[in-house]
């Protein structure tokens, strides 16, 4: 099935879904590792793919952001 999606669905479909999980994941494990060994080289690479992964999801389970339109606007700001 795989094969009959178009590239652009397939690098959505990845940027979308793929890319916030692995990094949720990755994230998760450097959490665990620090939490029963300290700050270590490992953990500290598991984090920063993490976040190497956060800046560059897209879609419905990626962060909002501050300047992106999609997201919920502080009700407190003024509108420009």
């Known amino acids: 099935m795989w094969a009959f999606l178009s590239a652009r669905l397939r690098m ?5 879904l ?4 692995l990094g949720w994941l990755l994230g998760r494990i450097g959490d665990m ?3 029963r ?8 690479v598991l984090q920063k793919g993490r976040g190497w992964l956060r800046g560059r999801s897209r879609g419905p ?11 919920v606007r502080d009700a407190g700001a003024p509108a420009r």
Do not use: F, H, K
């Open 12 to 16: 959505w479909l990845i940027l979308a």
């Open 33 to 35: 590792i620090e939490a």
């Open 18 to 21: 793929v890319a916030p999980l």
């Open 37 to 44: 060994r300290g700050p270590n080289t490992l953990s500290t």
């Open 61 to 71: 389970l990626a962060p909002r952001r501050p300047g992106d339109p999609a997201s």
